[in-house]
């Protein structure tokens, strides 16, 4: 999570790219996130770092939550 004091300043896409390169270290072949879809700055996040939608899961078999999906 991102405080919305530095929202659209960087710092989301950095974390992420720490991620990837983690994930790249480690032999993982794709990063996996989901969220909520009323979570309007996550989905712009991930979609501007390359990932894509790749479905819904239920979390605790009551909430949707969107999956997305990137190849590292």
Known sequence: ???T???QSGVGTYMLNRIFEMA???GIPEV???THEKNI???SLLIKNGFEKRGIAMLGGTKERIV???IV
């Open 41 to 43: 700055p996550m989905i």
């Open 68 to 70: 997305f999906e990137k």
């Open 32 to 34: 996996r996130v989901d």
């Open 1 to 3: 999570a991102v405080s």
């Open 5 to 7: 004091k530095y929202h």
């Open 24 to 26: 790249k270290k480690r």
